[in-house]
């Protein structure tokens, strides 16, 4: 079982910064990738950024909307992913969820494939 809490969550205008962190426990090999997803109101539940857990190869996938904007970075030795967001706009608005997925069938691409998730942090971007 894998414990992941967030942090960092809270309101900015437009073109604002906020940078989100989440704390995993144990963080190990049995994570196969971790990442950041969101939900806004009345929408379904989105995968923002996911990169592959402790010495685990392979690329930092962003989706679309956020590319150039956000960047996603983990610190192995303090067991922290961190989501720093820039030039933020009011679409940016959801409850931000880290995540991570199971080695052995966990799979960050699929909302429906991820094992874990964080209790959850309001971002509110005011236009």
């Known amino acids: 079982q894998v414990q992941l809490v967030e942090s960092g969550g809270g309101s900015v205008q437009a073109g604002g910064s906020l940078r989100l962190s989440c704390a995993a426990s144990p963080y190990s090999y049995s994570i196969y990738c971790i990442g950041w997803f969101r939900q806004a109101p009345g929408k379904e539940r989105e995968r923002v950024a996911s990169?592959?857990?402790?010495?685990?190869?392979?690329?930092?996938i962003y989706a679309d909307s956020v590319k150039g904007r956000f960047t996603i970075s983990q610190d192995d030795a303090s067991a922290t992913l961190s989501l720093q967001m820039n030039s933020l706009v009011h679409e940016d608005t959801a409850m931000y969820y880290c995540?991570?997925?199971?080695?052995?069938?966990?799979?960050?691409?699929?909302?429906?494939?991820?094992?874990?998730w964080g209790q959850g942090t309001q971002v509110t971007v005011s236009s």
């Open positions: 995540a991570a997925a199971a080695r052995g069938g966990g799979n960050c691409g699929d909302v429906r494939s991820v094992n874990y």
């Open positions: 990169i592959f857990g402790p010495g685990g190869p392979g690329p930092i």
